[in-house]
């Protein structure tokens, strides 16, 4: 069972507003990743990180930035938030072994309705 | 560029048939992995399996099985004798097999048992 979290599952908030998405892992996991999910839909990459101060942005243009202080943390926020940034946030995580790759673990997931 | 084509949106059956999801992909890699994932209802991306490309041996797992063949690019997904639990939401993706594990997923297939 993997051990990955994300707060908060369920946020409800209005434009303009500043938030940040929590994901942890207590894997001790190299590499973390976040994704951006409308219902039923494809999973696009918007971030991911190889390790502490390494950020890389994903194939789906996002606004939203991250950080990676920590190894089993990995924020994301949003300066501003608008209507367009409504859906599902899911945080994952895997191992970083040279040239294996190895399957990631995702979180439950964050749904964000901007209003 | 990889791609991974999951041609079936939506499938609908009756409890204790049998239902294959179907998987294609494109990738110019030599080296790659496949994954199924199951994403049920609540939100979580549930890892289901791992192949590298390699491996062309079918694997069986209780009432799960999967097979792969390098020659048409597929990576089929049997669930024998369906059950209503396994309604949600099945992705395949890929990954490199060289620069680390980024995953290309499909479109999801939207597999409702009904009892």
């Known amino acids: 069972e993997a051990d990955i979290y994300q707060t908060p599952r369920y946020l409800v908030i209005g434009t303009g507003k500043k938030i940040t998405l929590e994901c942890s892992q207590t894997m001790g996991h190299d590499k973390m990743y976040w994704y951006q999910q409308d219902p039923g839909m494809e999973l696009h990459l918007i971030h991911y990180?190889?390790?502490?101060?390494?950020?890389e942005k994903g194939d789906l243009s996002s606004e939203s930035t991250v950080s990676r202080i920590r190894t089993e943390h990995f924020p994301l926020t949003l300066e501003s938030a608008r209507p367009s940034h409504t859906s599902q946030y899911l945080c994952?995580?895997?191992?970083?072994?040279?040239?294996?790759?190895?399957?990631?673990?995702f979180g439950p997931g964050t749904r964000l309705t901007v209003t | 560029a990889q791609k991974v084509t999951q041609a079936q949106t939506e499938i609908s059956v009756v409890e204790k048939e049998d239902v294959t999801l179907d998987c294609v992909y494109e990738t110019r890699d030599t080296t790659y992995y496949l994954f199924w994932y199951k994403q049920p209802p609540s939100g979580e991306l549930v890892f289901l399996i791992r192949r590298n490309s390699f491996d062309e041996q079918n694997e069986i797992s209780g009432r799960y099985s999967w097979n792969f063949q390098k020659s048409t690019s597929s990576f089929n997904f049997t669930i024998t004798a369906s059950q209503v639990v396994d309604s949600a939401v099945y992705f395949c993706a890929l990954s490199k097999g060289t620069s680390g594990s980024r995953l290309t997923f499909g479109e999801g297939t939207q597999l409702t048992v009904n009892p």
């Open positions: 994952a995580s895997s191992e970083y072994a040279g040239t294996r790759s190895y399957e990631q673990y």
């Open positions: 990180s190889y390790g502490v101060n390494s950020t």
